[in-house]
């Protein structure tokens, strides 16, 4: 780090909050030439997500931002089973073309997520109607369980016709995401109480059948927890032991603004153990929150809560210490990821504007948050060249 930076950062907060607001302006002017996905070109791809709202609107603001700071895109949500795939043999193709079209024209690696999650996937895929006539001649209906032999025909299906659709363009797929507890156990969802603990292998399995010659990962969050990754390497090195080939993993790293949350220590561990075990490390939806806690409330809005204040603090803007603190674990996690970029493909962040985050609205709605690198007037904030400034010359 040189003096000058060193200097800076020993500031108090409302000169650091000045400094980089002149910084911020003055850099801004430089990134419309260099994009971060340049920048880093050669440590890893650098990717984002887009939301069906972006490729549905053709927002082309955001798809500009997006052409001139990446070379990785994810779907956000237009592949996931619910949206792609609501009802048997209904198909919504749309979003994806759309995706593809753009991800195309600007020479991007794309990634398909994801063939099989407990959320977002219709209900009735798990559960069947049966009929039955009773001794009085009537017809009754009543729901069961989809047999397991039944779920699998699905899973083939839905895995073959969208590998088959996009595998020209869509080479990294996660192919199974959340499929396990931060103690390292089976989730209890409805893929695993039907199909058991060969899940997996079947996911990938169908996935490499489709598409052998793509990057298929599995793909999770709180993946830095030892019981976690431990139980990952473990599952996946079964799956390898059956033939199928697993290339790596996907470390969300939705993380909180706290140094603790996780610490870079329990991330670096787990990068290095998974790449010890011969999985390649993709950081696959980066965020970082800056907002309190809010999980015990999900699903409720923030105004119905008697704490709002608390727990929606900056409705206006982003207090510079907050910021600064903002910019400064942004600094440090690329730096984590820098020392391991032989280990690392991609570090992809889960959208591009805060206003775009799903962070504004889980676990409860209503939020104002902040945890990307371009604000919501679509311009790049401290944060941003913090990361950026890591590679980059800095402005003289
Ligand atoms: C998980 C999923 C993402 C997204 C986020 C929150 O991380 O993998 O697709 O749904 O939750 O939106």
Known sequence: ?????????????AA???LMSINSFAKAQQSVQTGLAEVFRQDFQIGTALSNKTLV???????????????????????KWSEIHPEPGVWNFAPVDNFVEFGRAHNMQMVGHTLMWHRQTPAQLFSETIQQVDHCNSCHSYQKATSK????SALETHTTTVLDRYKKDIYTWDVANEVFEDDGQWRE?????????????YAFRFA??????????????HVEKPKKYASIIEKLDA?????????GVGIQCHIKVDQNSPSLKDLETAIVALSQSGYRVHITELDIDVLPNAWEHKGRHVNELTDKNELNPYTNALPPSISQQLSERYRSVFELFIKHRDKIDRVSFWGTTDDESWKNGLPIAGRTSYPLLFDRKKQPKPAYFAVKNL??????
Not at 189 to 201: C, D, P, Q, R
Not at 391 to 396: G, N
Request: hydrophobic share 40%; with cysteine; glycine share 4%.
């Open 16 to 18: 650091a909050a000045s």
């Open 208 to 221: 490499r059948e489709a598409h052998p010659k793509s990057c298929l990962i599995y793909n999770d969050y």
């Open 189 to 201: 969802s409805e893929w695993y109480k039907i199909i058991g603990s060969n899940m997996l292998e």
């Open 57 to 79: 609107e053709n927002d082309s603001a955001l798809l500009s931002i997006v052409a001139r700071e990446f070379n990785a895109i994810t779907t956000e949500n237009a592949l």
């Open 239 to 247: 799956v390898q032991k059956k033939g199928v080939k697993v290339d």
């Open 391 to 396: 590679r980059a010359a800095p402005t003289p």
């Open 1 to 13: 780090m040189s003096t000058n930076r060193r200097q800076f950062m020993l500031q108090g907060a």
């Open 149 to 152: 032999k039944a779920l699998l």
